[in-house]
């Protein structure tokens, strides 16, 4: 094992982690918005929106990321649009995120029971501050272990970044065993990168599911 | 204890879900300050009667007035409607994620935009008064059956409804919780509340209502006073309702 090898490439893996990390963030949060959207919009039944949702989440869950990213990277262009690499993997990973967030979202609010949202009504709330105030906070409790699993699930994803020409860990490693063919420090560092980023990310995720499970409310 | 003044007027109202009638032709006046008891078998329309009068259900025909305002024209603001109609439902129905206090300021504060001070003030007087003074920032998952529907009625009641609507709200507590329940409900019939009260508990019935309704079918068989629909029931199927709460 070369050590000086490895010392000496840590700030390409450092460079290529926090892109890894920006793209990834990005696409989570845009995620999570798509995903309450989405699942808004079928909560309240919206007309003909409500079916281009449904489409869009089969479409999402059942083509796997490398095939979005190829499509947009590659197909769009022929087709007059160009976008570059970094939005690329933005919207592909919002694209899948979307839908398995809103997923999440839908098995948290049909948790809640329908006599909820009635006896906020009979308060006099309206059935957006019945949503905001009562269903909503009790969903958003229900679906976290989801949302956590899935946030995990997405930072995974991103490994095929690379695909679409981004200097991600995946990148950087194929480069360096490439250039120098290091392959064992190239991919131990490539581990270990992975795990720096999710290991807490897993163990924040568990704290807060243990949190919400028995603590609940109040007890 | 009857006045002439009417609170809620219900005429020709008419329900059906697709198959078969649910209400039919249900008419009912309820005045201010009268404790109106609704009975019949399960399955009779009495809680849905009770649900429309709220706005939960959809009608198909007939109306209801709320003062003399008619409420099921479609144009209503069930927000300002609602404020007016207090409700108590059968299962708990508290907001699990909400203290006690934040269940009850829910309402007031985001309804009816009160000042917090004031509305904590008139919350705590009202728990007291029902034996709750001490759960303000329990848990409604720390609470009895019966203590959390205790609080569910301040919760309504801190709205200063005109009515309060009562469905079944002992059918799901233990029996030894029952009667804590009840006697709120008769405390505040007795402080001249207007009350519409689905109920299986007949003695409570008799106690504390100044008119049984007797519903079955999805129509209104018999009113009277309840010294006449228990000591001597107008109709067949009164007496054969009545006669299976007898061993």
Redesign the interface.
């Given at each position: 094992m070369d050590f000086e090898f490895i010392l000496k490439h840590i700030p390409m893996y450092t460079e290529a982690a926090i892109l890894t990390i920006k793209l990834g963030v990005m696409g989570i949060l845009l995620s999570i918005i798509v995903g309450i959207l989405c699942v808004l919009i079928q909560y309240y039944k919206v007309p003909i929106i409500r079916r281009i949702v449904s489409v869009y989440i089969e479409l999402s869950r059942n083509t796997p990321l490398l095939v979005q990213l190829f499509f947009l990277y590659f197909g769009l262009p022929k087709m007059g649009i160009k976008i570059s690499s970094e939005a690329c993997a933005v919207i592909g990973l919002t694209f899948l995120g979307g839908s398995y967030m809103a997923e999440s979202f839908r098995s948290g609010l049909e948790s809640v029971?329908k006599?909820?949202t009635?006896?906020?009504?009979?308060?006099?709330?309206?059935k957006a501050?019945a949503m905001r105030?009562?269903i909503l906070?009790?969903a958003l409790?229900t679906s976290i272990p989801a949302i956590c699993a899935n946030v995990i699930f997405l930072i995974k994803e991103t490994s095929v970044f690379s695909a679409v020409a981004l200097a991600d860990l995946m990148f950087v490693a194929k480069d360096l065993i490439g250039l120098y063919y290091k392959t064992d420090e190239a991919l131990l560092m490539l581990v270990i990168s992975y795990l720096i980023i999710l290991l807490p990310a897993s163990i924040f995720a568990s704290y807060l599911e243990r949190r919400l499970r028995y603590a609940?409310?109040?007890? | 204890m009857e006045k002439n003044e009417k609170v809620l007027e219900i005429r020709h109202l008419s329900k059906d879900y697709g198959k078969g009638a649910i209400l039919k032709d249900v008419s009912l006046d309820i005045h201010k300050g009268e404790v109106v008891v609704i009975i019949g078998p399960s399955g009779c329309g009495k809680s849905t009667l009770l649900r429309c009068m709220n706005g939960l259900e959809s009608i198909q025909g007939g109306e209801i007035l709320l003062d003399g305002n008619v409420i099921t024209s479609g144009k209503t603001n069930w927000s300002l409607v609602r404020q007016k109609i207090g409700m108590v439902f059968q299962s708990y129905d508290l907001f699990p994620h909400l203290t006690v206090m934040d269940n009850i300021l829910l309402g007031p504060l985001k309804v009816q935009k009160r000042d917090k001070k004031e509305v904590e003030k008139e919350a705590l007087t009202l728990l007291k008064r029902v034996g709750l003074g001490e759960k303000t920032k329990a848990y409604p998952r720390e609470l009895s059956g019966g203590q959390k529907q205790r609080v569910a009625i301040v919760r309504a009641l801190i709205m200063h409804p005109e009515i309060m609507l009562f469905d079944e709200v002992t059918a799901a507590l233990d029996p030894e919780m029952v009667r804590e329940v009840l006697d709120v409900m008769l405390e505040l019939a007795r402080a001249g509340s207007t009350m519409a009260i689905v109920t299986h508990e007949m003695q409570f019935a008799e106690a504390v209502a100044d008119r049984i309704v007797f519903i079955d079918g999805g129509e209104i068989l018999e009113t009277g006073t309840p010294e006449e629909f228990f000591k001597m029931p107008k109709t067949e199927r009164a007496r054969k309702f009545l006669d299976t709460f007898k061993f």
């Open positions: 029971d006599i909820q009635e006896s906020a009504l009979s308060l006099g709330l309206t501050k105030y009562v906070p009790q409790s609940g409310f109040g007890n | -």
